[in-house]
């Protein structure tokens, strides 16, 4: 998991091609234009999905993973607390559904609060639990980019 400012985005980029293309739409893209959804960057290869939210509890999140899709989560404007840990012993509350690419579990994790501005990187193998609130429940705007882990 890599967690960073949005100026330092291009230190990452021979992660692999595709992350490129995902650079470059966070880049070029102006967010305040589009609605919140899925929009295609390159078929299912890299897509976004631009969410709006309000902050939650921690009893009301669970730690997720994924193992087709490395996630880059970029908050447009907001803060939110994501909750981060390396898969290892966490227990499975929902199995791994391929078509969502998604699995919850139940576990131990560290506490990072992301900002406007920041981004996150979620492996395969990185579970994460974003939109916990900082202090009370308040607005998130979100871009996460899917990229197909290769």
Known sequence: MIIDKIENLRLYEKLSPLFIKAFNY??????????????????????????EYETKNAVDCMLEGHQKYIDIQYVLSGEEIMGIASY??????????????????????SAVKVAKGNF??????????????????AMVRKVVVKIRAL
């Open 88 to 109: 290892t012993n966490q227990k499975v509350l929902k199995p791994y559904h391929a078509d969502n690419d998604i699995a919850f579990y139940d576990g131990e994790y």
């Open 120 to 137: 996150t990187i979620f492996f395969p193998g990185d579970l994460h639990m974003p939109c916990l609130k900082v202090n009370v429940p």
């Open 26 to 51: 966070l880049e070029e893209t102006d967010f305040n234009q589009l609605v919140s959804g899925k929009h295609l960057i390159d078929g299912d290869n890299v897509f976004a999905l631009l969410q």
